[in-house]
């Protein structure tokens, strides 16, 4: 079965330093990976994906996350926060092998970046 | 990239009622659609998943003849949610996938029931 957990409900940071949210996973296969931001009631945005290649990938916003299949984590980063950034982001996974399109959310982690 | 709609954004309506919400596809066949619900500082929840053409499938603990889904076509899928109560009150979204596997948000439709 596929689960996503992100351990932290709430990330605080000031803007201009850098941010991390957290996330693992756990599929009987190998994963597709993906980060999706939520503005107040709105729908997800895509800000990336992992599907396979580099464990470093680069997205939407300036960005990244890595994977990392020993620790079995996809933790969200980006350098350098921005008040605007301040939103609910969610990890998903995908079991490629056997989960069809078939994608998971973690509970999602309220990031809030003060200036 | 590819959009998905979802009509109404919003849709306010008394108990008893029935509501159906769409969601399309604009720019390419969705083989594959999902319809997840969102409670207030909640994770999506996935509630059911239908192919063109095919019942859907829905998740434990989903009540089928509560969500009403049918997706009669590549580019339409609708959610129909049956005499309505203050409980069902929330947040439906629904995913496109297209033949890439890539899937696709809609932008959600709050649903209020009085």
């Known amino acids: 079965a596929q689960s996503v957990a992100q351990p932290e409900d709430q990330v605080n940071v000031a803007e201009g330093n850098p941010l991390t949210v957290k996330c693992t996973y756990s599929?009987?296969?190998?994963?597709?990976l993906f980060w999706y931001v939520q503005y107040p009631n709105r729908g997800l945005q895509f800000l990336l994906k992992?599907?396979?290649?580099?464990?470093l990938v680069k997205g939407s916003y300036g960005f990244e996350a890595e994977f990392n299949k020993s620790q079995t984590s996809f933790h969200l980063k980006k350098p350098s926060a921005l008040v605007s950034d301040s939103a609910l982001y969610f990890c998903a996974v995908r079991d490629r092998d056997t989960g069809g399109f078939k994608t998971i959310f973690g509970a999602g982690t309220r990031l809030f970046v003060k200036a | 990239g590819a959009v998905v709609s979802q009509h109404p954004s919003w849709v306010i309506c008394k108990s008893g009622t029935s509501v159906k919400i769409e969601c399309r596809s604009l720019d390419f066949q969705a083989t594959t659609m999902f319809w997840y619900r969102q409670f207030p500082k909640q994770s999506l929840m996935l509630m059911a998943t239908?192919?063109?053409?095919?019942?859907?499938?829905?998740e434990q603990g989903v009540e089928k003849d509560k969500f009403l889904i049918n997706h009669a076509s590549l580019t339409l899928s609708t959610l129909t949610v049956t005499s309505a109560h203050p409980e069902d009150s929330s947040f439906y979204i629904c995913?496109?996938?297209?033949?890439?596997?890539?899937?696709?948000f809609g932008p959600g439709t709050r649903l209020t029931v009085l």
């Open positions: 995913s496109a996938g297209d033949r890439d596997n890539e899937q696709f």
């Open positions: 992992y599907i396979t290649g580099d464990n």
């Open positions: 239908s192919n063109e053409g095919s019942k859907a499938t829905y």
């Open positions: 599929v009987s296969g190998n994963p597709y």
